[in-house]
């Protein structure tokens, strides 16, 4: 079989095994290449045996390489060939493979990165499999002969490995911890529903019936969430060309714009229905809200979503977006940081005063936080861009914001 994707980089550990290049192709090799052959290709393992077997079977390959020291963003394609070891009889289709794999722009002063493929719609089992740079593509229109020079000669490298269950290695690389999103996101939501059960107490809120409306409130949060994720992503395919990462289901993939939508609008309804006051409710909530993004956001930038885009500032830290792992520029913990100087406030707010009128505290903390979101957005990698959206919204929120203040210390 044979393919070729693109990783777009201005767009989103169990062991690794890489064994030394076979003689032969050590032999032709330069003594450096061959030195950096047994660390350049890795080949993805997951030790479980009640998986090991279970269809569908994908084999993972990551290829580690350095980024040009200084000049211009420039293209790297490796090419990825592999054939099934013990393959008897007349080799059959899904014997065999060749991958090939882009990444657009190669940030100079990077340092190390690591692009990682899955190939599916194999034969499982064990495979040998080569990585080699393909040089010519990286021959563009206006990139001049000193610049092509500065680019560091890269090595062909050989491992061998055997495929795993493909749910598994689609979301195992370089940069991410198999675990950590769902655990990290889970520990949110119920610092979250902790802090908010504290405060609905100390306002003497109806704590059961705020328990039970915040527990469907997070459930359908969650289906918000996915399902916004989901159209957007697939909304924005039809804008990033060769960009074809589809995201699973069941793994990381959240928006927060869906989980406050359908939680809030959850929250609401079953204020209303229980006789609960809805302002209060709100102002309740809104701390633990923040709180629990603050968690969550580290859940994402191990997870590998809503990643940064490659730097080679010092600021930046190594990690990845499931495909490519590179110094970025760490938007998840920024925006952690944001939701965590919103959450703490308010917090000590609701727990010092009572404010007025109810649900000032929530559309306060909620437009401050859209406010800190936009102004992260160009940091992200492949942020979406509009005309005005943005430089609107970032007006609109701050208004509310300053509004919001007035009125609660003045009203």
Known sequence: MSQTRRVPTNLPSERLSAPPAPARVRASLPRRAVEM?????????????????????????????????????????????????????KRRPRDSFSVTETVEHVVPGSGRLAVTVRVVDIAPGEWQVTATPVNDTRSRAGSSRSTMGTQPRLPVASASGTTGFARVISVRAPGTHLGAWPALVGLGVAVGLATQVLLATHVHLHTTRIVALSLAASLVGLVGA??????GHYLGRHFLAGYDHRP???????????F???????????ALVAGVPVGALLDVTAPGLFLG???????????????????????????????????????QLLESTVALSIGLPALVAMWMTTP???????????????LGRQLLFP???????????????????GLVVLVDVAVGVFW
């Not at 861009?385 to 609107?392: E, N, S």
């Open 37 to 89: 052959d047994t660390r350049s290709l890795q080949v993805t393992t997951f030790r479980c045996e009640a998986l090991a077997d279970i269809e569908p079977q994908a084999l993972g390959l990551t290829y580690f390489f350095d980024a040009a020291a200084e000049g211009e963003p420039y293209p790297v394609t490796i090419r990825f060939n592999g054939r099934r070891i013990g393959a008897k009889g």
């Open 226 to 231: 996915k399902f916004y994720y989901l159209v």
């Open 248 to 258: 699973a289901v069941l793994t990381a993939g959240l928006c927060i714009q869906g």
């Open 260 to 270: 406050v939508a359908g939680a809030v609008g959850t929250l609401v309804a079953g």
């Open 293 to 331: 993004m603050t968690i969550g956001r580290f859940g994402c930038f191990f997870g590998g979503c809503c990643v940064g885009r490659p730097t080679a500032s010092r600021f930046g830290l190594w990690s990845s977006d499931q495909r490519l792992g590179v110094r970025r520029i760490p938007t």
């Open 356 to 370: 007025h009128p109810a649900g000032v505290v929530f559309i306060g903390t909620i437009a401050a936080y859209t």
């Open 379 to 397: 940091l992200r990698d492949n942020a979406r861009k509009t005309a005005h959206g943005r430089t609107l919204t970032m007006a609109l929120t």
